[in-house]
């Protein structure tokens, strides 16, 4: 989860109008050659990747960039991080910087990883007294063993990610910028190099990072950026962002310009204070986002008493129901209900479906309303959360969503006194009468 940020403004990296062309390969380059190449071959236009970005990073402070393959998301973090130039446009760096981009691309094959390791650090400008202090650190975290030193041209892929990752991270910057690194490696190596980037955060680091997993841009991250055909689409709280990135990647190609440009004409999401958003400023940003539909609409979602009352306060340990209305405006094939419950940071807390995956209701016939009730037990603990409504069903043998609300109902769970569950859920735990707690003194020799 993200912790609190300082509240100090102050930008560690400022991002200026950056564009960058590229020269593309296509039909029209004149030379000798031109006549042997395929079309798709021949040099003659420019591609631009960025067009006139410009952004600013708060010190202390977790970016997060999402967009599609192309979109131009490491190109900007190879301009960012000086390995490439910009044709326009300029970035301001206040601190030292450690990247996390193209994994020990400087290491030579030859030479052992402690080699390169020692390489590495000379590159990022330690001196070797400083080095010999990094190597236990270094060593420990690659946790190679004796192959530390063998030549790296003997390593599997996963140890040479290991071995560049842990010199890179332990270089201790004042900004760390991560691409997609940490798709690589097992679970294990996952959650440590997590754990690390984490004690970055806690001390005051700051960090840009570009993921494909948008659970983790959500839940790191105090703000996030999409930046779709080197343009920033949007810029602001990282659930809204991402939901909204969300929206327009399972669109269909039709659709997505027309949510571009309803996004453009809309303007940019608002940026909540630096740290995770208070409940008040989620309120103030909550509008549910609506999916379009495809001839089905939920309508009314509400949470409700047994007794049938209307409530957005609720109380531990007390059972709800959460309802909404879904009418068919055209037939429906396989038809599923859905309610997912999420955290203010975007995080799934909990949800269920109304069929299995090779179930659901055969056929809805058009002009139908069909009323969910998804009775459920507040077992969450006392914080702000929002419930989500989705209907799926085929179309063209395709399993789809016929529409969807997201951040359908906001809702609380009052504080509770003397409460002792930690964590989002409360599992009951308590400690058993038969448990004996034995405390020794020793006598100070």
């Not at 309508?299 to 009418?327: C, F, H, K, W």
Request: glycine share 10%; proline share 4%; aromatic share 8%.
């Amino acid at each position: 989860m993200r912790d609190n940020a300082p509240k100090e403004c102050v930008s560690a990296v400022s991002v200026r109008g950056l564009t960058k062309d590229f020269k593309v390969w296509g039909p029209g380059k004149p030379g000798f050659f031109r006549r042997f190449l395929p079309s798709s071959l021949r040099l003659s236009e420019t591609f631009r990747s960025l067009n006139n970005v410009s952004f600013d990073v708060p010190k202390g402070t977790t970016l997060g960039i999402v967009g599609r393959n192309g979109s131009g998301k490491t190109t900007l973090l190879k301009i960012i991080c000086g390995i490439m130039t910009p044709t326009r446009g300029e970035v301001e760096m206040r601190g030292s910087v450690s990247t996390l981009l193209e994994l020990g691309a400087g290491f030579d094959p030859e030479f052992s990883g402690l080699e390169n390791a020692y390489m590495n650090g000379a590159f990022m400008g330690f001196r070797k007294a400083e080095m010999d202090k990094k190597i236990p650190g270094i060593l420990s975290f690659a946790d190679i063993g004796e192959f530390i030193h063998r030549p790296v041209k003997t390593y599997s892929s996963g140890m040479y990610v290991r071995l560049a990752f842990a010199v890179a991270i332990h270089a201790d910057p004042d900004i760390l910028v991560v691409d997609e690194t940490l798709a690589v490696g097992d679970e294990a190596f996952r959650r440590k190099c997590f754990a690390r980037i984490n004690q970055i955060r806690r001390n005051g680091g700051t960090v840009i990072l570009v993921s494909h997993s948008l659970q983790n841009v959500v839940e790191l991250c105090h703000t996030a950026l999409w930046i779709e055909r080197g343009r920033i689409i949007l810029q602001g709280a990282p659930a809204f962002v991402v939901g909204e990135y969300e929206r327009f990647a399972n669109a269909s190609y039709e659709n997505q310009t027309i949510i571009l440009d309803h996004i453009q004409k809309t303007g940019k999401a608002p940026v909540p204070s630096h740290g995770a958003p208070l409940v008040e400023e989620q309120a103030g940003l909550h509008q549910p986002r609506i999916y379009e539909h495809y001839g089905t609409r939920i309508l009314n979602p509400r949470i409700l008493t047994r007794e049938g009352q209307a409530v957005s306060d609720l109380i531990m340990g007390q059972d709800y129901i959460y309802t909404y209305d879904v009418a068919f405006d055209r037939d429906a094939e396989h038809v599923r209900f859905g309610m997912m419950i999420k955290t203010q940071s975007g995080l799934e807390a909990g949800g269920a479906i109304s069929h299995g995956l090779d179930d659901g209701i055969p056929l809805v016939k058009k002009g139908a309303v069909i009323r969910l009730r998804f009775t459920f037990k507040c077992q969450l603990t006392p914080n702000a959360y929002f419930f989500n409504a989705g209907v799926q069903g085929l179309q063209d043998n395709t399993t789809i969503f016929l529409h969807r609300v997201v951040d359908a109902v906001m809702f609380r769970v009052m504080p509770v006194k003397g409460l002792l569950a930690t964590g989002l859920t409360d599992f009951s735990v308590h400690l058993d009468n038969t448990s004996r707690i034995s405390i020794e003194y020793k006598d100070e020799p």
